[in-house]
Every structure is written in structure tokens, then in C-alpha cells.
């Protein structure tokens, strides 16, 4: 590897790296926020954005199993991690960009991340010798046990509603404009597909429980869809160029996940509100320090196409029913749980498969010649994305991970999850 830089980070949170590869994800809610900050609470009224104590126990999210009896802990021992091999196709950052990289580290402080960078001679420097991964268990933990700083959101997260008359005919008037630049830059903004096979120490599932886990924070924020899925974005990219250890695989994800909602939301949830969802696992500075390195990663990127941008444009170019159009976006997001093989397929085709699936178990249809001439996709062209997309819809229900689902058995969005899968397609 010549002239890459990874990331090699300490932390509290752990894989087991020789566990079996089964999850347990939960998630309960118990009370409402009663706390906001001023920027997040609703015009004119006067919070206090200091946090009230908490009185009961944070909520585990996620934990991996050790066997059948589902078990808490775990006994650690993972490989020291590798820098990622070389690829010259997606933005790794070399010695020579390093030169304008700046990236404080206080090496006083034993909790904070170590960068490690190998020039040409493969010899290796660390900042900071990494010491204090060897006995910690992994959870995801989201804090819902009250005096959350957010009361309520002034948004919701994206209902399907059709537009008026004079709003679909402005979205129509530069809808291929629109579409023609969403295409070039879906390609531009992609994540490394196959990525996850050079990370040394981190895996697909691991990753499953953190994008399950994000869904959860989006839902208790009350986030638009849209931010969930430039938030898998902003993590797919920076884990497709940067060597992460397991350690810190939820700081990658929480760091993302602010950066979309500042991105996306009007009113996004505060800092401290994002450590306090990690039981306090990372300290509001590490959280910054990590944002601040995935703007540096990332080239500071942020506008990009999502599979979510696409199936909205498409909506409103062909209408859908309301139930049909949110069974549609219930299969994008479940998307987003799966590297492989859905960062196969580009954002765009992702969307057509999702609006073909939803609307062939509906309607028993799928591509309407509108999209066909719109988009220049063919059913043909479509299918393999498609039969992916089936085939995860099938197994849905008996994922560990059903925060997805879970969000769309409700009545508001048609209690789509609940609908039962297709037993086969006709092409298949």
C-alpha cells in the first residue's frame, strides 16, 4: 500500500471476532423528551438546553450473541487491524494530499484517535500507541429514559403525499434536468462496493447493527428519510477509503448521522444530544474530531444523490397509490442494511427495483413506459437489482435487526412491513 492513510482508533465498544453471526437488536421506547434546546424547540417557547438527570437505564440497542441464549458479554480478541490494500479508484488519501491535512490529536488524552499512516516502505508511524482494545464487549445504546433535549420535531420524517397540481408541474417542467445531473453524480459519489472485504476488522453484520441502529436514532429524532440515507452515504464513502477499527465503528456512524441531520434537517438535534444516544460512550470532543475527519475524507461532499432522492423524483413523475408508494420506500430503506449486494447497483437502479417491487405486489405491474422513456431503464436492465431487492423483502421479517420494519407497521404509513412478500417473480 503506497501512501494510504487508516485510521486505527481506540475505544469501549467490541466485537467478538470469533462469535457467531447472530444479533439481537431491541429497542424501547419508554418516555417522551421533555427537554430542548432553544434552536431545536418550537418558535417562541423558552427552553433550557442543560439536561435533567436521567432516572432510569439506558436502552441497549443492539449486542452481539454468543450463542443460542442470546449472552450480554463477551470474551475479546481481535486481529490488530491492516491498512486497506491500495486501489487508485476511490478516494484514499495519499501522502501527498496530507500536506494541507491537518488533524489535532491530543496524545494526553488516552481515549482519543490514532491516526497511522504507511508511506511506500510499508514502515509504519502511530500518534499514539493503541493499547486499551482488548477486553470490551459491543452494544449500540440509544438513551430513551427521559429528558431527551428534544420535545417534539418540527419535521416529520417524509410521508408520501401527492403533489398539487402546480407544484407537480414545476417539479415536471426541470424534472430531466434534474434526473440527467442525479445520474452523472450518482456515480461520482459512490461508495467502493466490495469495500467491506479489505476492512481488517469490521464486517457487514457489524455494519448491519450500526445502520439498524441509526434507523432507531432517526425515528426517536424524528429525521426525514432522507437524512438516514445520506447518512449511510457519508459512512459507506468513508469506510470505502479509511481502515476503521470495531472500537469505533458507532463513532463513525453517530459522526455521520450528525452531518446528515445539519445537512438535511431544519432543526437537527444538538451535539451533546448525539453523545448522550451513545450512552456517553464518546466524549463530545472525539464526536467533532471524528466529524471533522469525515469532512476531510469526504472533500467535504455532502450533496449527493441517494436511492431515496431517486424514488421521489420517480413518485412524482408517475404517481403511485399512497400504500403502494410507502410499501416503495419501506424497500429502499431496507436497502441500506446490505453492502452486498446492493452498493452494486447504483442509487438510481436501487429506486427503479424498489418502485418495481412495490408496485408488481400491489398492482401487479411493474415499470410503466413514463419511467421507461424518463429514465432509458428497461425491465430487463432492472430485474437483477430486483430479484436482490425480493429476496432481502423475503427475509425481512426474520432479521434480529427490525427497527425498519418496526417504523413502517405504522397506520400512518400504511402498515406496509406487514404486507407478506411475494413467493416468486415471474421471471424468475
Request: hydrophobic share 40%.
Amino acid at each position: 500500500m503506497h501512501g494510504e492513510t487508516v485510521i486505527s482508533v481506540k475505544g469501549w465498544l467490541r466485537f467478538d471476532v470469533n462469535v457467531q453471526r447472530s444479533f439481537k437488536g431491541a429497542m424501547n421506547f419508554t418516555s417522551h423528551a421533555t427537554l430542548g434546546s432553544q434552536e431545536n424547540a418550537l418558535g417562541g417557547r423558552e427552553m433550557d438546553g442543560s439536561r435533567m438527570p436521567r432516572t432510569k437505564q439506558r436502552t441497549v440497542l443492539g449486542v452481539l450473541s454468543e450463542n443460542e441464549q442470546q449472552k450480554r458479554a463477551f470474551s475479546l480478541g481481535a486481529p490488530k487491524p491492516k491498512p486497506l490494500d491500495e486501489d487508485s479508484s476511490y478516494g484514499i488519501i495519499t501522502q501527498a494530499s496530507m500536506s494541507n491535512f491537518s488533524y489535532d490529536v491530543d496524545l494526553d488524552d488516552p481515549s482519543e484517535i490514532v491516526l497511522t499512516s504507511t508511506g511506500s516502505t510499508g514502515s509504519e508511524r502511530t500518534l499514539h500507541e493503541d493499547v486499551a482494545l482488548q477486553h470490551e464487549d459491543f452494544q449500540l445504546v440509544l438513551d430513551q429514559s427521559g429528558g431527551s433535549c428534544m420535545e417534539t420535531s418540527m419535521q416529520d420524517l417524509i410521508e408520501y403525499e401527492p403533489l398539487s397540481s402546480q407544484e407537480a408541474h414545476a417539479v415536471a417542467e426541470y424534472a430531466e434536468e434534474i434526473h440527467h445531473h442525479l445520474r452523472q453524480n450518482e456515480l461520482k459519489f459512490r461508495p467502493k462496493p466490495g469495500y467491506m472485504s479489505k476492512q481488517p476488522d469490521i464486517t457487514n453484520w457489524m455494519r448491519i447493527i450500526l445502520v439498524d441502529w441509526l434507523v432507531e436514532v432517526g425515528e426517536e429524532y424524528k429525521l426525514n428519510a432522507e437524512t438516514i440515507f445520506l447518512a449511510v452515504n457519508y459512512m459507506d464513502r468513508f469506510l470505502s477509503s479509511m481502515s476503521v477499527l470495531r472500537g469505533k465503528l458507532q463513532l463513525v456512524g453517530t459522526a455521520a448521522i450528525l452531518l446528515a441531520a445539519k445537512y438535511e434537517e431544519v432543526y437537527p438535534p444538538e451535539v451533546e444530544e448525539f453523545v448522550y444516544i451513545t450512552d456517553d460512550t464518546y466524549s463530545k470532543k472525539q464526536l467533532l474530531r471524528m466529524e471533522h475527519l469525515l469532512l476531510k475524507v469526504l472533500g467535504f461532499d455532502l450533496t449527493v444523490p441517494t436511492t431515496h432522492q431517486f424514488l421521489m423524483l420517480y413518485i412524482t413523475f408517475e404517481p403511485l397509490s399512497t400504500k403502494t408508494a410507502h410499501l416503495a420506500l419501506f424497500l429502499a430503506e431496507l436497502s441500506l442494511l446490505e453492502v452486498d449486494p446492493f452498493l452494486q447497483h447504483v442509487p438510481s437502479k436501487v429506486a427503479a427495483a424498489s418502485y418495481c417491487l412495490a408496485n408488481y405486489t400491489l398492482n401487479r405491474t411493474f415499470w410503466p413506459d413514463p419511467l421507461y422513456s424518463f429514465t432509458g431503464y428497461t425491465l430487463t436492465e432492472i430485474a437483477p437489482c430486483l430479484r436482490d431487492l425480493h429476496k432481502l423483502h423475503q427475509s425481512a421479517a426474520n432479521r434480529p435487526q427490525q427497527a425498519i420494519r418496526e417504523k413502517y407497521k405504522t397506520l400512518r404509513k400504511g402498515a406496509v412491513s406487514l404486507i407478506t412478500p411475494l413467493d416468486c417473480l415471474p421471471f424468475q
